[in-house]
Structure formats: structure tokens, C-alpha cells
């Protein structure tokens, strides 16, 4: 208890030297809602096992320190290595430690009324006006601990708003890298970002998330989506931090009629990863397709919760994730499905597939539905286990080796997820990551 107490000592020190520092550049709603947001980690503290959306994840090594964001180092560009490709006229945003860094391609292909850029440069500015009260207003139902951290810490992040009607044609992709900081401290980042499509947009959108290798960092994200009505977005994670790195992601999105979110998110490296996806369906006839695959390898703790919420009439909702673990890597996928009473004609599926190469190896799936209204057509189903000895023995008599055998399998049983993946050379990326791919 009492290290609980000095922890919260330190944090409540540490947030009152950050706030000062923003409160001079921000708008006043925002220094209030860093305020609020603080006073409800004081209240509430991290989450533990005993919490139910925390069964399988222990935050042990994440909250052994007090975990903060340093200053922005203006003008380092770290050298970007191991990353995929950036999509042909893509426009790319680097944020280093949580910062805005660099920004590669054209903006001579972004329509008039887009905004693109940083987060943090928006509220400084005041343009648009806007921003300020926007934020956090998405994340209906914030979670514990680190949410409520990020929202009182956060640095900078994406601002991307369409205006209605507009199909974005130019990719826009953000990379999130975290480096050792140049006084040698351990980095902590804490981005944020807000997308805004106006009634009618259409956006891709990929984030890629990576690390030095052999640095200790801790990412706390949160992204919010606000989707107007009939717009559709097309949103990319792609998670490969290094083995040392905790990463702990939220993503609030909300739906009007007729509005559309594909979210795809894969988890590659990382000590351990979280990522929260909350999707809300307020309008009628909102749809989303939600997709993950993990590849857990080494020690890493791969964790993906998912939470669709139908409140409007004639939605549809699918989940896909799909997890291949091996050494001593575990994943986990909890789906969760909400229809309220007025979302009558709601169509939610939930499918959750593991495949285990080790016997060390962990997978574990939790579809939940509950369900306040009788007009709807809802499923789950989860499969777990190795690799079918049958389709092993079938291939190794057609001559091929058991490791030629077994990556044959592998990329089958991921393939339903990656193709889902844009352009292709993200997807030749992501299966060059496959066990045994390098063999």
C-alpha cells in the first residue's frame, strides 16, 4: 500500500510540472480534461487481475515505474530501418517518442479542406478551433490506468479531418517509433490522435508502430474516430516493436448511419502488447469489419480486446482474429458484443482461430455476447490447437520437409486476415514475418 502511495506521489508531482508547461500553449478545455482525466487515475489507479477485462494480462513490468513523456527533441530524425516501404504517393507523418518529427511525400495531392498534421501544433495554434473540445469525447467509456494516463500526458498525435464528400485517394500513414532519448533516459510516449471523416469520406489510413532494437520503452496510445454519416475508413495498425517494448493501445471509434470502419491490426513483436478497439454504432445500418492477426514468438504477450456496442437499428459487425504462437509466446483474443434494445436487425459475428507450434505456446479466446433485444442474428465460435497432424503427414508425403510443412500451414491459416492488407507490399512485408518465412 504504501508503494502504491508513493507511485501516485509521483505521478501527482509529475502531472503538475506537465500541465503547467501545456496549460500555456493549450486551450483551457484541454488543461481540464488533462485535469479530469488525472483525478480519475488517483481514483481508480491501475487495473489488476482481479479486473475481468485484465484475466490474462499482468501489468507488472509496466507500472513497475512512473512512466512519463519526456520532452519533444526538436530535429532528430532517427534513421527508419526494417520498416515497410511507404505506399506509392503516400503521405508519410514520423513521430519520434510520442512527437511530431518529419513528414515525407507530397502534399500537393491532398484536396482543399483536408487537414493533416500535428495534434499538438493544432492546439497550440488554435486552428481549428474545434479541436480542443473534441478531445475525448469519442472515448465514451475510458478504461483504467493507462487511458486515463494518456488522456492527462498526452504529447501529440495525428490531426486528420476530411471534409464530407471527399474520397481521399493519397494513403496517409503515420509512423510511431520510439528511440533511447538523447539524455539517456528511457522513453515513454504517450501520442494521441484525432480522425474526423465528414458525412460521405472515404480515407486509408495505415499506423506503423516500431522501436530501436535492445530499448526499453513503454508506448501508451490512444486514437479516437468519429465517422459522419455514409463515411468509410479504412484503418491499418501494424505493432513490431522490439522484444524489450511494452505497448498499450486504445482505439475509440464512433459510427453514424450508414457509416462504415474496416479495422486491421497486426501484432508482430513487442514484450508485451495490448490494444483496445472500442467501436460504437449509433446510427442505422453502421457496419464494421474487424480483423487481427498475432504472431507470438520468444516471451512476448500478444492481447487483443475488442468491444462493438450496436445501438442503432440494422448494423452489422464481424470479428476475425487469428493468432499463431510459438516458443513460449502467448496471445489472447477477447471479443465482447453489445445489441441494445433499439438495435433491432443487428447481424455480429465473433471468430477467434489460435495455432499453437509449441507446446510452451499459449492461445486463449473469449467471444462474449450479450444481447437486450430478440430481432438479431448473432454467432461466435473459437478454434484452438496445433497443427492438424493429418495435413502435416498428407504434406510431408509429397516430399516436403517438416519445417517446409509447417510454414506451408502457417500461411494458409493467416491468409483469410493478411490479404485484407493494403497495398501488397504490406502484405509481402507481413508475410516475410511468418514463422519460418526466413528459413
Request: glycine share 10%; aromatic share 6%; proline share 5%.
Amino acid at each position: 500500500m504504501a508503494a502504491r502511495f508513493e507511485q501516485l506521489d509521483a505521478y501527482s508531482q509529475a502531472f503538475g510540472r506537465w500541465r503547467d508547461e501545456r496549460a500555456a500553449t493549450e486551450p483551457a478545455a484541454v488543461t481540464a480534461r488533462r485535469e479530469a482525466a488525472f483525478g480519475r487515475f488517483r481514483a481508480e489507479g491501475f487495473p489488476t487481475r482481479k479486473d475481468e477485462d485484465w484475466k490474462y494480462t499482468a501489468l507488472a513490468e509496466a507500472t513497475a515505474r512512473v512512466a512519463v513523456p519526456g520532452p519533444a527533441e526538436a530535429g532528430w530524425v532517427p534513421a527508419l530501418e526494417g520498416l515497410p516501404a511507404p505506399d506509392a504517393g503516400a503521405l508519410r507523418l514520423v513521430f519520434v517518442n510520442g512527437w511530431f518529427s518529419s513528414e515525407s511525400g507530397s502534399r500537393g495531392h491532398l484536396p482543399s479542406g483536408v487537414r493533416l498534421g500535428s495534434l499538438a501544433k493544432a492546439l497550440r495554434e488554435g486552428d481549428p478551433d474545434w479541436v480542443g473540445d473534441w478531445l475525448g469525447r469519442v472515448e465514451e467509456r475510458p478504461g483504467k490506468g493507462f487511458p486515463a494516463l494518456n488522456q492527462a500526458f498526452f504529447t501529440d498525435g495525428c490531426l486528420l479531418e476530411v471534409p464530407a464528400g471527399l474520397e481521399l485517394e493519397v494513403p496517409i500513414e503515420l509512423v510511431f517509433v520510439n528511440v533511447p532519448r538523447r539524455d539517456g533516459l528511457a522513453a515513454a510516449a504517450c501520442p494521441r490522435s484525432l480522425i474526423r471523416l465528414g458525412a460521405g469520406a472515404r480515407v486509408r489510413l495505415t499506423e506503423i508502430h516500431a522501436g530501436r532494437p535492445n530499448a526499453r520503452s513503454l508506448t501508451n496510445r490512444t486514437t479516437e474516430i468519429d465517422l459522419a454519416a455514409g463515411a468509410r475508413l479504412q484503418y491499418q495498425r501494424l505493432i513490431m516493436e522490439p522484444a524489450g517494448q511494452l505497448h498499450l493501445g486504445t482505439v475509440c471509434a464512433s459510427l453514424a448511419d450508414g457509416a462504415g470502419l474496416q479495422s486491421l491490426v497486426f501484432a508482430l513483436g513487442g514484450r508485451l502488447v495490448r490494444e483496445t478497439l472500442q467501436v460504437t454504432l449509433h446510427g442505422r445500418r453502421a457496419d464494421t469489419v474487424l480483423s487481427g492477426l498475432s504472431l507470438a514468438r520468444d516471451h512476448s504477450h500478444l492481447d487483443h480486446q475488442v468491444e462493438v456496442r450496436h445501438l442503432g437499428p440494422a448494423g452489422h459487425s464481424e470479428q476475425l482474429y487469428k493468432a499463431v504462437a510459438e516458443d513460449h509466446g502467448r496471445a489472447i483474443y477477447s471479443g465482447r458484443v453489445q445489441v441494445a434494445e433499439a438495435a433491432a436487425g443487428t447481424r455480429a459475428r465473433q471468430t477467434g482461430r489460435g495455432l499453437l507450434l509449441s507446446p510452451e505456446a499459449e492461445v486463449d479466446a473469449r467471444p462474449h455476447l450479450e444481447i437486450h433485444t430478440d430481432d438479431v442474428e448473432c454467432a461466435h465460435g473459437c478454434t484452438l490447437g496445433p497443427v492438424a497432424g493429418e495435413a502435416l503427414f498428407y504434406l510431408r508425403s509429397r516430399g516436403l520437409s517438416e519445417e517446409e510443412a509447417v510454414r506451408l500451414l502457417v500461411r494458409a491459416f493467416v491468409t483469410e486476415v493478411v490479404q485484407q492488407a493494403q497495398p501488397a507490399a504490406l502484405r509481402e512485408f507481413i508475410e516475410g514475418r511468418l514463422p519460418g518465412a526466413g528459413s
